[in-house]
Each structure stands twice: as structure tokens, then as C-alpha cells.
């Protein structure tokens, strides 16, 4: 087996990948491994990489080495190639994806990498885009767009620049009116505050918007919240945050929460579409769970997490 480490040099605001790759080497020094580190040098960069490298057929495992931004793309380019596994060494601002994971503290052990082993996950196909974790549409995906308003401000971090961003949309038009179609048979129309479609639990730097969601069940976890007043959005961030929105009763009589398979979202105008902090504009999202379609090198001694709530109890 081949490892391929491709690292972000910017994820994070750049703090460890020269510890990582030095790390990397150490670990690697005087085995007789096939293994490659390679710094990403622009957007777009590691899709070309990973399309040249997979050419020879050779197994491997290609670890991004970064936040869920890094991750994203590897996923998109890798998970075409059937020789192809996809690890995840984190190192960005938010590494949601790994919080899927009991003992995920073991994703940034090379050691533990070393023994690790296959497991099979789903992915969100969003139109023709894969996502990981989460494809959010709304507030938190507007804010996610606007950030860029922030970025010339000095000693402003990105999770500054992020709740900056957020203000910025509460002090314009709140929601957004959706047509959303469930599996085919139900349709909900209305004006929502944001929404949720999720493979994974978290998004945002730990917000546990799907808290339902497992990401080897064969379902996505759709989350709705209502068009809601600014007094009522400040009920919401913290039960929001911490994935106690559907047991909330101030909040969650704003909240839909299904399971399914396949939705469809429309717009009567362009949608900012977040997937895996990724934005895109579409005014038509169609997604749908592809069961399995994501082979995971899970390091040795992590375990996906389920899910011990009870989900009738949780929705009724």
C-alpha cells in the first residue's frame, strides 16, 4: 500500500504542517514504505495532482491533510479511482468531519495511521458534487459567502471574520422562501432561516446540526428552521451549537427534522450552497445518499460513532 500525504500549507492559518511533515518523515524513516508528501500550491491543485498520481493503478492511501476544505477536494478527486482510499489528518480550523468519530484524536497519530483499515461511508451527492459531512443552504451559508467582506481587516482571525460575517446577514432580510421535495413524495414550502441536509453530525467548527445523522446509515438527516425573528435566532444559536435544537421547546416547534434518501431544493432566486464549508450558487439542489461510496482509512483504535438517541422520540 502506497500513502500519499497531501497537506494544505494554509489550513489552519498554516500552525503544524511543517511539524506534520517532519513528523511524516520520521515515522517513515528506514521502513521500507512506499510513501510521497506533497504541499498543495493553489485551488484547483489537488484535484490535478490526485488525477495524475491515480493514473498508475498503484494502491494507495491519499490522507488530506488539512481542514474539511482539503478534505472536500480529495474526496471529489479520489473517490472516482476504485484503487484509491482516502484518509484525513487534521489540521484546519474547524475539522468537523473527524467529530463522526469515537477516539478521533487518533486521526493525528501516524502510528495509529500506520495500522489503520478500510471502512466504508456514505456520501451527499449535491447535483454533481460530493459532500462528506453537510450541504447547508440559509443564514449559515450566506455568512460562509460574505466572509470575504472581512478578510482585509487586520488581526482578524477566520472565526472572527465568520461571526462578523453572521452580523452582517442579521442586519439584512432574514429567510428564504424554499420549495423542498422529500423522497419523492412529500413536498414542504415555506420561508426558513436556514437548512440542513447531513451525512456527518457537525459543520461550522463543531455547530451540531444533525445530531441524528450517522454517516454509515444509508440516510441523509434533513434539518429546517423556520423564518424566526433576531430575539428567537438568539434561543436558537446555543441550543443549535451544542445539538439540543429538537429537545429545546422554546426552539424546536421551528424545527423539521427528517431522514431520507433523496431531496430537492429550489430557489425562485440564486442560493448560496455550502457544501463541507465549500460555497457554490445554484437556484436547484438535488441531493441524494450514495450508500458506501467513500472507503475511509480509519486509523487503528477509532470507531464511528452511532447514534444512542431515540429518533421517534426526538422528531414526533
Not at 510513501?35 to 485551488?43: L, M, P
Not at 461571526?163 to 413536498?187: A, H
Not at 429546517?224 to 430575539?231: G, M, N, T
Request: hydrophobic letters at 35%; aromatic letters at 10%; a neutral charge.
Amino acid at each position: 500500500m502506497r500513502h500519499i500525504f497531501i497537506i494544505n500549507p494554509i489550513a489552519g492559518d498554516g500552525k503544524y504542517q511543517k511539524d506534520l511533515a517532519d513528523s511524516i518523515h520520521a515515522q517513515f524513516k528506514d521502513k521500507d514504505i512506499n510513501y510521497e508528501v506533497y504541499f498543495s500550491k493553489f485551488k484547483g491543485d489537488i484535484q490535478n495532482y490526485i488525477n495524475n498520481k491515480c493514473k498508475d493503478s498503484i494502491s494507495s492511501v491519499i490522507y488530506a491533510c488539512g481542514g474539511d476544505g482539503t478534505l472536500h477536494e480529495v474526496i471529489n478527486s479520489a473517490c472516482k479511482f476504485d484503487h484509491i482510499n482516502v484518509g484525513v489528518i487534521p489540521c484546519g480550523s474547524g475539522n468537523d468531519f473527524i467529530k463522526n468519530f469515537i477516539n478521533y484524536e487518533n486521526f493525528n497519530s501516524i502510528e495509529a495511521q500506520m495500522q489503520g483499515e478500510i471502512v466504508y461511508l456514505d456520501l451527499i451527492k449535491v447535483n454533481d458534487i460530493y459532500a462528506s459531512s453537510v450541504c447547508n443552504v440559509g443564514l449559515d451559508a450566506d455568512a460562509a459567502f460574505h466572509m470575504h467582506k472581512f478578510k482585509k481587516l487586520p488581526f482578524i482571525s477566520g472565526s472572527t471574520r465568520y461571526y462578523l460575517s453572521v452580523l452582517y446577514c442579521l442586519i439584512n432580510e432574514l429567510g428564504r422562501y424554499l420549495k423542498i421535495s422529500i423522497d419523492d413524495n412529500e413536498e414542504i414550502n415555506n420561508s426558513f432561516l436556514l437548512g440542513v441536509v447531513a451525512n456527518g453530525q457537525f459543520y461550522g467548527g463543531g455547530y451540531k446540526c444533525a445530531p441524528l445523522a450517522i454517516i454509515n446509515d444509508g440516510l441523509m438527516d434533513l434539518c429546517l428552521v423556520d423564518k424566526i425573528s433576531r430575539f428567537q435566532i438568539i434561543n436558537l444559536i446555543g441550543s443549535y451549537k451544542l445539538g439540543n435544537h429538537l429537545k429545546n421547546p422554546k426552539i424546536n416547534k421551528y424545527i423539521t427534522y427528517k431522514k431520507c434518501k433523496h431531496v430537492k431544493i429550489k430557489s425562485n432566486e440564486p442560493l448560496n450552497v455550502c457544501i463541507d464549508g465549500e460555497i457554490y450558487i445554484q437556484d436547484e439542489v438535488n441531493l441524494t445518499i450514495k450508500d458506501e461510496a467513500l472507503k475511509l482509512w480509519l486509523p487503528k483504535g477509532t470507531k464511528i460513532k452511532g447514534n444512542e438517541e431515540d429518533f421517534s422520540a426526538l422528531t414526533q
